[in-house]
């Protein structure tokens, strides 16, 4: 039996003081806010250790990139932030990740580190556009059994990749999947989707949804409406 597959706030606000205003209004409806580039480069620490005691689980989403010392040394830089989650491009290597790792080990254990695979705003045109010859489920699963051997525990992917990973990889690693639209909802940009309900009945162990939420009339309704959907996917 999996587990519970979990809702994440993509919190991308123009501004601290709607992303204030917005996490006001969800407090006590969900659990984790996910805060990214956008957020995190106008507000930085202060933003991070706000929502943190607000009461919110933070998945901060800085994909970092870069040689193998500087993304230590930028993980080591998130030391006594309230953060749960952190995420890294599997792309940087092996090296690389291992490296996050060990920082993580040092400054923060609590923090999970997750791979990013291969971004849901790619399709195959895309992704051959950037020079890969492989298929793009090739190039997730590469990248997600790369991620495994490294000793990574989550992966962010497109929910349509869940199935291929969950036959291939060898442990059960949580994945973490954007790319999510309620039924009737506009896709935006997002190529790989998939509802909340068929992303945890394929073996999501979170799903990440923004727009859908931070959009909506009510966003505390639809984010209710989301988890509901979540516990009755059977
Ligand atoms: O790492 C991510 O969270 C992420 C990876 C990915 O492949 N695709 C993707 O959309 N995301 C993030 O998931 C969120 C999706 O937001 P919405 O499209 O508004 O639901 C954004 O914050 C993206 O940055």
Redesign the pocket.
């Known amino acids: 039996m999996s587990k519970q597959c979990k809702l994440i706030l993509?919190l991308?606000l123009p501004d601290k003081e709607s992303a204030l205003d917005m996490l006001k209004k969800l407090q006590g409806s969900l659990e984790w806010v996910?805060i990214?580039l956008q957020m995190y480069l106008k507000y930085g620490a202060d933003f991070v250790r706000q929502v943190g005691e607000m009461g919110f689980k933070v998945f901060l989403?800085l994909?970092l990139y870069d040689i193998p010392n500087t993304v230590a040394s930028a993980v080591k830089s998130l030391e006594g932030l309230p953060v749960s989650m952190l995420?890294i491009h599997t792309s940087g290597g092996a090296e690389m990740m291992k490296a996050a790792l060990n920082a993580a080990k040092e400054t923060n254990k609590e923090m999970q580190i997750l791979g990013?695979t291969?971004?849901?705003?790619f399709d195959e045109d895309s992704m051959r556009a950037t020079g890969f010859d492989r298929t793009l489920s090739e190039q997730v699963l590469k990248l997600a059994k790369l991620a495994e051997e490294s000793g990574l525990s989550g992966l962010?992917?497109?929910p349509l990749e869940i199935e291929l990973l969950r036959k291939n990889l060898k442990s059960e690693m949580d994945l973490?999947t954007?790319?999510?639209r309620p039924a009737g909802s506009d896709s935006?940009e997002?190529k790989r989707i998939m509802t909340p309900s068929l992303a945890a009945k394929t073996g999501s162990s979170y799903i990440?949804?923004?727009?859908?939420i931070?959009k909506a009339e009510n966003p505390a309704e639809a984010a209710k409406a989301i988890i509901k959907e979540l516990k009755d996917a059977k």
Not at 208 to 212: C, F
């Open positions: 993509a991308d996910k990214g989403d994909k995420t990013v291969v971004l849901t705003s962010v992917c497109s973490i954007p790319g999510i935006n997002q990440v949804v923004g727009r859908p931070l």
